[in-house]
């Protein structure tokens, strides 16, 4: 089985978003699928490059949204209206708010009022559930163990997400206390993302660090939202030797359970072909901790690239990717790609296509973001 994985250029300025494309099978006979639909406007050109590229026939046989944010879930609605699909693999926060209904701080909540609270907050998600089943698409929770297609989901297991749902900002206060001792306290976005948020709104990074591929500035202990950390993570393992992982926005939590279950169920890691750098290079995503175990250890100075790691990043954004992130990726072996306006893809052994280029790797940067 040959696996080519193509990210869509998604955003401008600040704005981010993903958006892939999977062709999977043997050149003459395969399946596509697709893995989040990126922002409103993503939508109607994902559906124009599938009709493109494969012919206006076009029919997925499986759509994965990785996590609820607007920038993974909105160019779905269009995907799902023009495109045949055959499963859609989402969670549905409502309807799963049942389960996790004593998590919830208000104790006075019906399991009723709950979801329907919880479903006027995701209208996006809603819209895209309603228009998957007038098509008579099958739908399935991407919890962990599940298959979809070549990929095995690593994270998160149903009860994890069920902890992660209170604590989503979209959704009614979290109890707590009862999620701390539990030990899946993220907290409320406000908290996890003040400081990202505020990073947003600078025009330029105020202060630059010198960097080598001796010496790391990359901290461990990063903290992103419970939404992000609900992300489905993505493993294949195909025919032809070549081990993929797809990560969402997933942090540091997301891809230490994804790296427990791996380990648990014999499947292999720091031999990947392919990676996706999680959350558009945010720095708040990842550590050398986690990449270590991920990816394997810092490689010898100079080292060729093992695998491919392509991140999602708008154009003419100050803020993503982070330097500091891509370097950590290459010193550990990755030939990294951003898309930052142009389609970048992974070829995972099939012919490359007409009007394709040979992209360069991003070479090591010899100053990064300061932690300010």
């Known amino acids: 089985m040959l696996c080519e994985i ?18 999977y099978g043997e050149a ?50 269009e995907l799902l209206r023009e495109v045949p699909v055959g499963n859609l693999w989402l969670h549905i926060p409502w309807l799963l708010s049942s389960e996790a209904i004593g998590l919830f701080k208000d104790k006075s909540w019906t399991k009723e009022d709950l979801a329907a609270a919880i479903k006027k907050e995701y209208d996006i998600i809603s819209e895209i ?55 899946i306290w993220i907290g409320k976005a406000q908290e996890g993302l003040l400081t990202e948020l505020l990073e947003k709104a600078v025009a330029k990074v105020s202060r630059w660090l010198p960097e080598s591929w001796i010496i790391e500035l990359l901290r461990d202990g990063g903290r992103t939202s419970a939404s992000n950390e609900s992300s489905v993570v993505l493993y294949g393992d195909m025919a032809n030797g070549e081990r993929v992982l797809l990560t969402g926005d997933a942090g540091v939590n997301a891809l230490s359970w994804a790296i427990q279950h791996a380990e648990e169920t014999g499947l292999p890691l720091r ?27 810092i490689q010898p100075v100079g080292s060729t690239g093992r695998f491919a790691a392509f991140v999602s990043s708008p154009k003419e954004d100050d803020q993503h990717p982070r330097k500091i992130v891509l370097n950590a990726f290459t010193r ?30 991003i070479p090591l940067s010899a100053r990064v973001e300061a932690y300010d």
Request: glycine letters at 12%.
């Open 6 to 23: 193509e990210f869509m250029a998604v955003g401008e300025g600040c704005r981010a978003g993903d958006a892939i494309v999977i062709r």
């Open 28 to 77: 003459n006979s395969f399946k596509l699928m697709v893995v989040d639909g990126g922002t409103a406007e993503t939508g109607e050109a994902l559906v124009t490059h599938l009709r493109q590229q494969f012919g206006h026939g076009v029919a997925l046989e499986h759509v994965v949204l990785t996590h609820s944010d607007a920038d993974h879930a909105s160019g779905l609605r």
């Open 129 to 183: 559930v309603d228009i998957a089943l007038e098509r008579n698409v099958q739908i399935h929770y991407p919890f962990q163990g599940s298959q979809i297609g070549p990929f095995t989901v690593l994270s998160p297991r149903r009860a994890t997400y069920l902890h992660l749902l209170p604590q989503f900002e979209k959704t009614p206060e979290p109890d707590q206390e009862l999620l701390e001792s539990a030990n």
């Open 271 to 297: 031999q990947f072909s392919f990676v996706q750098i999680p959350h558009h290079g945010s720095r708040r995503n990842v550590g050398p901790g986690v990449l270590n175990a991920l990816l394997g250890p």
């Open 332 to 361: 550990r072996g990755g030939r990294v790609h951003a898309t930052q306006g142009a389609n970048k893809v992974h070829w995972g052994g099939f012919p490359p296509r007409p009007g394709y280029t040979v992209a360069q790797p």
